[in-house]
């Protein structure tokens, strides 16, 4: 496998970063998850803002433009041979002494790793999942904003964690007010009498690709939707709910708590979106 590093494509087994980088000694860096389908990027213009913003946000520059950083995502991708994959593209704040200080990092370092992607299990479209509220919450806005994607997942990592305890592939996040964040790598959405519901980046949403890809679905598919706070009781009561994010696609949600939502299948609305996300994937992309 050839993994893009500043600059050059460089076997895997090569493709190595310093101890004193700080993306690792800090979580201080930046990153993307991307989905290439069948020789397309997936809003591949989207992510790169995204990042340009989340690179903003941590005052970190780019080393590249957006036309480099387009370049070089495809052509790892086409060094692979891939035309289906995942496609991580991470920036750090590179090299630096001890010590928190972004200024005395000189210079970032920025790498693309294109591979395979485990997604949910199969039945888990067709059936649904049951996932699980967990105690820990998702961090305070004004404390890390949700929008920038950092490298520091720590605290959808212990969700992530305290999913798996309770049996539970995925799990909902609340925020510090008790309302529904986002799950630990997916946003939510309820249907609830024919209409769409997420929350919103304020109340502590990744403003993701998909989700924001569901939005333009739906508008097109004449379904109303709408940001909006939303409570656990809401999940509970919601006729459909269904998760969204670059590695999971859209999967419908069947089970929260151990109770089921709606009547414990994937709903029409959601399966409607399911085949139409299905369908753009493959149209949407930038060609590799
Ligand atoms: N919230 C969080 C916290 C995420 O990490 C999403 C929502 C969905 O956003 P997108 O833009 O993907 O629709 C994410 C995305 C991985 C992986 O390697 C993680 C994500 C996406 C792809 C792969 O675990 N997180």
Request: hydrophobic share 40%; aromatic share 8%; glycine share 10%.
């Amino acid at each position: 496998m050839k993994v893009y590093l500043d600059g050059k494509f460089v076997d895997s087994e090569q493709a190595t970063i310093s101890v004193f980088d700080h993306g690792l000694l800090y979580g201080d860096g930046i990153f993307e998850g991307i989905r290439l389908y069948g020789g397309n990027v997936f809003r591949l213009e989207e992510h790169l803002e995204r990042l340009e913003y989340s690179a903003k946000a941590i005052m970190l520059e780019l080393p590249l433009s957006r036309q480099e950083l387009s370049w070089a995502t495809c052509e790892t991708c086409r060094q692979n041979g891939l035309t289906d994959a995942y496609i991580r593209l991470v920036v750090t704040r590179g090299v630096g002494d001890l010590g928190l200080a972004p200024w005395l990092c000189p210079k970032p370092s920025l790498f693309i790793i294109a591979s395979k992607i485990a997604l949910y299990p199969k039945e888990h479209y067709e059936n649904g999942l049951a996932i699980v509220t967990v105690p820990t919450r998702r961090i305070n806005p004004a404390a890390l904003p949700p929008t920038i994607k950092s490298l520091n997942y720590l605290n959808n990592i212990l969700g992530k964690i305290e999913a798996r305890q309770f049996g539970a592939l995925e799990a909902i996040m609340l925020n510090d007010q008790g309302y529904v964040a986002e799950c630990t790598a997916d946003n939510v959405f309820i249907v609830q009498k024919g209409e769409m519901f997420t929350p919103p980046s304020s109340q502590g949403a990744l403003r993701g690709i998909t989700r924001s890809t569901i939005f333009d679905l739906a508008r097109e598919l004449g379904i109303t939707i709408r940001e909006g706070n939303l409570t656990r009781h809401d999940l509970w009561c919601a006729d459909e709910c269904f998760l969204t994010g670059s590695g999971a696609e859209v999967i419908p949600t069947v089970k929260l708590d151990g109770r089921q939502i709606g009547n414990g299948k994937p709903g029409p609305i959601t399966r409607k979106i399911l085949e139409a996300f299905r369908e753009r994937v493959l149209v949407d992309g930038t060609r590799i």
